[in-house]
């Protein structure tokens, strides 16, 4: 016997925390709003990051251009070549993003120049701090209005404290109940089970029961005050919430991370069965991009590809790490053979740097674990380790472009 993804009650869970927001309309419309350029510095100003935004909008246009690098080595692209997109990991938050953005300035001056992505991810936590005291909303600010990435992917790790009120606000509104500690000062978290080890829960990747609704419930929070359209999903139960709660908001966006071992056609096939259950009146998903597991090879990405387009579905990118943190996986992980492969295969994909393949200091997961505050005192060396793993992607991406492939960095570059 088959059975659809989500219940009855699944779907008037989904549907009832839709409307707490306002519905899909006032959704959409709040995003908007808070993605506007002079509306977000102006808040950023009251919110005391005024400086660092000035600061970054000087410094971005001292960026080295694409159009300046093709001339003097007179690029032309091969037509059956795919596409390549640029993608870094780690930008933790603003003061991080801020020492990224004048060391990229900087090395226009150089040689060996460094262009901003064309997307950024960070892994922070989306504490109360962090969505509501300015810091997200100045990272947002100078990743996508000044450095005109095309999508800044925030992440929403499952475990974090929130308010008991919203906890007990959204039982009230779903009829669900969630398992949590209290953590004082009127802070509750959501009890997690699979904490035994270090990454037990990497990622936030327990999503038991009805929690996905939790996980919405902060998603949809942190985009109505910030803009973010764009968030990485942790698990199968809150990919398919997404796409049901996300089919009637084009402008609420996921990628599907790697944790979720889409590392053979069979399990991506899983995944589009999902997405095709909840499509968009467009065709589109409510997921935007998938980061092909680790372990896949060349032919494995071509394949699903392959699927992917023969699925229907529109709109979404396939991505796969190039580099990835030593303390992620094995030590000597390379994909560059591999994504040359895809490319002169005619597939486009999303190259994306989790290291930039050494193990300097902050290159580790424990960046990705850090406090608000130990954040903030780490920021240049983690400034530092970001800006190496763009500049990484700039040179591999210089030399994929020498080859006639097709190379994509962020608006501020062109």
Same mark, same amino acid.
């Given at each position: 016997?088959?059975?659809?993804?989500?219940?009855?009650?699944?779907?008037?869970?989904?549907?009832?925390?839709?409307?707490?927001?306002?519905?899909?309309?006032?959704?959409?419309?709040?995003?908007?709003?808070?993605?506007?350029?002079?509306?977000?510095?102006?808040?950023?100003?009251?919110?005391?990051?005024?400086?660092?935004?000035?600061?970054?909008?000087?410094?971005?246009?001292?960026?080295?251009?694409?159009?300046?690098?093709?001339?003097?080595?007179?690029?032309?692209?091969?037509?059956?070549?795919?596409?390549?997109?640029?993608?870094?990991?780690?930008?933790?938050?603003?003061?991080?993003?801020?020492?990224?953005?004048?060391?990229?300035?900087?090395?226009?001056?150089?040689?060996?120049?460094?262009?901003?992505?064309?997307?950024?991810?960070?892994?922070?936590?989306?504490?109360?701090?962090?969505?509501?005291?300015?810091?997200?909303?100045?990272?947002?600010?100078?990743?996508?209005?000044?450095?005109?990435?095309?999508?800044?992917?925030?992440?929403?790790?499952?475990?974090?404290?929130?308010?008991?009120?919203?906890?007990?606000?959204?039982?009230?509104?779903?009829? =669900?109940?969630?398992? #949590?500690? +209290?953590?004082?000062?009127?802070?509750?978290?959501?009890?997690?089970? $699979?904490?035994? %080890? !270090?990454?037990?829960?990497?990622?936030?990747?327990?999503?038991?029961?009805?929690?996905?609704?939790?996980?919405?419930?902060?998603?949809?929070?942190?985009?109505?005050?910030?803009?973010?359209?764009?968030?990485?999903?942790?698990?199968?139960?809150?990919?398919?919430?997404?796409?049901?709660?996300?089919?009637?908001?084009?402008?609420?966006?996921?990628?599907?991370?790697?944790?979720?071992?889409?590392?053979?056609?069979?399990?991506?096939?899983?995944?589009?069965?999902?997405? =095709?259950?909840?499509? #968009?009146? +467009?065709?589109?998903?409510?997921?935007?991009?998938?980061?092909?597991? $680790?372990?896949? %090879? !060349?032919?494995?990405?071509?394949?699903?590809?392959?699927?992917?387009?023969?699925?229907?579905?529109?709109?979404?990118?396939?991505?796969?790490h190039i580099y990835i943190?030593?303390?992620?996986?094995?030590?000597?992980?390379?994909?560059?053979?591999n994504m040359y492969k895809?490319?002169?295969?005619?597939?486009?994909?999303?190259?994306?740097?989790?290291?930039?393949?050494?193990?300097?200091?902050?290159?580790?997961?424990?960046?990705?674990?850090?406090?608000?505050?130990?954040?903030?005192?780490?920021?240049?060396?983690?400034?530092?380790?970001?800006?190496?793993?763009?500049?990484?992607?700039?040179?591999?991406?210089?030399?994929?472009?020498?080859?006639?492939?097709?190379?994509?960095?962020?608006?501020?570059?062109?």
């Amino acid at each position: 016997m088959f059975y659809p993804f989500l219940s009855d009650s699944d779907m008037k869970a989904l549907d009832a925390l839709k409307e707490h927001h306002g519905g899909a309309k006032a959704i959409i419309e709040g995003i908007k709003k808070m993605r506007n350029f002079e509306l977000r510095k102006t808040r950023c100003a009251e919110l005391g990051f005024g400086q660092m935004i000035e600061d970054a909008e000087g410094w971005v246009k001292q960026f080295h251009k694409v159009s300046k690098f093709e001339k003097e080595n007179k690029i032309s692209y091969n037509n059956a070549f795919g596409h390549a997109r640029s993608q870094v990991s780690g930008f933790q938050g603003a003061y991080v993003t801020h020492h990224c953005i004048r060391k990229m300035a900087e090395s226009a001056a150089f040689d060996e120049f460094c262009f901003a992505p064309n997307e950024m991810i960070s892994v922070v936590a989306l504490t109360d701090k962090y969505v509501y005291e300015g810091d997200l909303l100045a990272t947002l600010t100078m990743a996508e209005n000044l450095m005109q990435g095309s999508k800044f992917c925030s992440t929403n790790l499952l475990g974090t404290p929130w308010p008991e009120s919203r906890f007990q606000e959204i039982e009230k509104v779903t009829g =669900k109940k969630f398992e #949590r500690n +209290d953590m004082g000062a009127g802070q509750s978290a959501l009890i997690l089970k $699979n904490m035994g %080890t !270090a990454f037990g829960n990497l990622g936030g990747v327990e999503v038991a029961n009805d929690n996905h609704l939790v996980y919405l419930d902060i998603i949809t929070r942190t985009a109505l005050e910030t803009g973010g359209d764009f968030y990485l999903n942790p698990s199968w139960s809150s990919i398919i919430g997404a796409c049901y709660y996300g089919r009637d908001i084009p402008n609420l966006t996921f990628k599907v991370s790697m944790l979720l071992s889409t590392q053979n056609v069979m399990q991506f096939r899983m995944l589009l069965n999902i997405m =095709k259950s909840y499509l #968009r009146e +467009d065709g589109t998903s409510p997921i935007y991009e998938i980061n092909i597991g $680790n372990g896949a %090879t !060349a032919e494995t990405f071509i394949q699903c590809a392959r699927d992917l387009e023969a699925s229907g579905i529109k709109g979404v990118s396939l991505a796969a790490h190039i580099y990835i943190n030593p303390d992620l996986g094995i030590a000597s992980f390379n994909w560059t053979e591999n994504m040359y492969k895809v490319l002169e295969s005619g597939t486009n994909m999303t190259y994306k740097y989790e290291s930039d393949g050494t193990a300097r200091e902050m290159d580790t997961m424990e960046a990705y674990f850090l406090s608000d505050e130990d954040r903030t005192a780490a920021s240049m060396l983690i400034g530092d380790v970001i800006y190496h793993k763009a500049l990484r992607a700039t040179l591999d991406g210089l030399d994929l472009m020498r080859h006639g492939i097709h190379t994509e960095f962020a608006g501020s570059c062109y």
